[in-house]
């Protein structure tokens, strides 16, 4: 397993703690101040936390805690199981596409109650605010992309083939062969000096040629 790959492990389970760490914040809140006494509401994805209007404004949690939950499990399996099994990690795409969708659904979920109390006829303004529970929730489907991506095995670039010649460098030292290589004896039906031959050794079967005449006239 390369570096990034390992890389991306690391932040999928990043990720997938800060999704769940976000299902326990506030993820929404409304606030009205009231002759001096400031009322609030505030709920994170798995229950109310505060209501200080005991249910006048029919308000509750988001409901986003077990499909958070649900993701992060999924990405966190899928890291796990990947150094056995390299296919699982596409769990970790899965899991951070379920992940921003969760994130995308609270946001709108937040901005739909926004609309609804601002067209009720109340005396006094309703504040409505976005919790941290929902803001760690985005930060952490953003990285659970990004780590996503980095998990998963990407197809590595072919190189080329290169035209003409290519020349390879043999490791090793090249003092034991000498410059014109070992001469080869190659047998053929005639018979004389030019039976021996060497690579590039023509002088050498002409010394031999040579020596052989000087041989007979001595005689």
């Known amino acids: 397993m390369t570096t990034r790959r390992v890389f ?3 932040l999928v389970f990043v ?4 999704g769940v760490a976000a299902t326990f ?5 409304v606030q009205v101040v009231l002759g001096g006494r400031t009322l609030r509401f505030e709920a994170t994805s798995w229950a ?3 209501d200080d209007f005991r249910g006048a ?4 949690p988001l409901e986003f805690g077990e499909a958070a939950t649900g993701a992060a499990l999924v990405m966190a399996l899928s890291a796990v199981l990947a ?3 390299p296919a699982v990690r596409v769990g970790s795409l899965l899991g951070a596409g379920a992940l921003a969708g969760v994130a995308w659904s609270a946001v709108s979920s937040v901005q739909a109650t926004v609309e609804r109390l601002r067209d009720l006829e109340t005396p006094v303004t309703l504040e409505v605010e976005q919790g941290p529970g929902v803001t760690l929730l985005v930060v952490a489907a953003g990285i659970a992309v990004v780590s996503a991506v980095l998990h998963q095995e990407l197809p590595r670039r072919e190189e080329p083939a290169a035209d003409g010649v290519m020349i390879h460098q043999i490791e090793g030292d090249d003092t034991e062969t000498p410059p014109y290589g070992f001469p080869v004896i190659v047998e053929t039906g005639r018979s004389g000096p030019e039976a021996e031959t060497t690579p590039g050794g023509s002088e050498f079967a002409r010394d031999e040629s040579a020596g052989s005449e000087q041989g007979r006239e001595s005689r």
Do not use: M, N, S, T
């Open 8 to 10: 991306g492990a690391v």
């Open 83 to 85: 150094f056995r099994v």
């Open 25 to 29: 914040l506030p993820a929404y809140g």
């Open 48 to 50: 109310v936390e505060q």
């Open 57 to 60: 404004l029919l308000l509750g």
């Open 15 to 18: 990720a997938a703690g800060l």
